[in-house]
């Protein structure tokens, strides 16, 4: 992609930890979000040994126009150079958030991911209209987040970095990559985490259920009680810190 814009923040910025042992975590962040929801746990797994390489995605980071001249095969591009860059490791974990998920399904499949995690990954939105994109976005161009209060930490504030909206038309494409993450998890044969919270606003809790039924056998399903869609950040981290950790080791 060319004409790139400057980040909106430093913390949208990629970044890699280097670990003290042979494994390696990607961490693909979600649709309009950015690396730095995944700073906490990042360092977390790198406190671990644990080499943590965190990318940014096409568009994100900058501005909803920029993100606007991207489609979902860019930011599927995206994760997957990060993926490549820890081939040399002698196992490697995905880890997603909300699209990311479905990202690590899809580049699992095609990679020597030992591991897979989907946190707050969408089968079925509590927004039904987002299905309604590909004609609203001659109608509608644009979609801003509604204001809601989340209970998030006040140490947990700076991290939370994110377009105040969207181009209608790039619904369509994360409507496409979620349908083709459904897919891939479907194929997917391999040890497999998939973690929901019950009161998620965004995503219907229903969507984990039928992941773990796509994921097969080698799938665990972990509820979390209070956390809101960006599970991350909220003051249940730690419970997902400690449920991946335990699927990695």
């Known amino acids: 992609m060319s004409g790139i814009e400057p980040l909106f923040d430093p913390l949208c910025a990629p970044f890699r930890l280097e670990g003290t042992r042979d494994e390696a975590v990607v961490l693909i962040h979600g649709f309009t979000g950015a690396p730095a929801h995944w700073r906490p746990m990042a360092e977390f797994l790198n406190s671990h040994g644990y080499t943590v390489n965190v990318p940014l995605l096409a568009g994100h980071g900058t501005s909803m126009e920029d993100m606007a001249r991207t489609t979902w095969r860019d930011w599927l ?69 509604p204001e809601t209060e989340v209970d998030i930490e006040p140490e947990m504030e700076r991290y ?19 349908a083709l993450g459904s897919l891939a998890a479907g194929r997917l044969r391999r040890p497999s985490l998939v973690i929901q919270s019950k009161v998620d606003e965004s995503v219907d809790p229903r969507s984990a259920h039928f992941l773990a039924r796509r994921l097969g056998r080698s799938a665990e399903l972990v509820w979390l009680e209070h956390a809101f869609h960006n599970a991350v950040l909220s003051r249940e981290r730690h419970v997902i810190h400690a449920q991946v950790l335990a699927r990695i080791s």
């Open 77 to 145: 591009q995206s994760a997957r150079y990060a993926v490549d860059a820890m081939s040399g490791f002698e196992r490697l974990h995905l880890v997603g958030l909300s699209m990311g998920g479905h990202i690590a399904f899809k580049l699992a499949g095609t990679s020597a991911a030992t591991t897979v995690t989907a946190i707050s990954a969408p089968v079925l939105a509590r927004n039904k209209q987002i299905y309604l994109a590909p004609i609203l976005q001659r109608l509608r161009p644009r979609v801003m987040w």
């Open 160 to 178: 939370w970095l994110t377009y105040p909206g969207f181009y209608t038309s790039k619904a369509t494409d994360l409507l496409i990559l979620t």
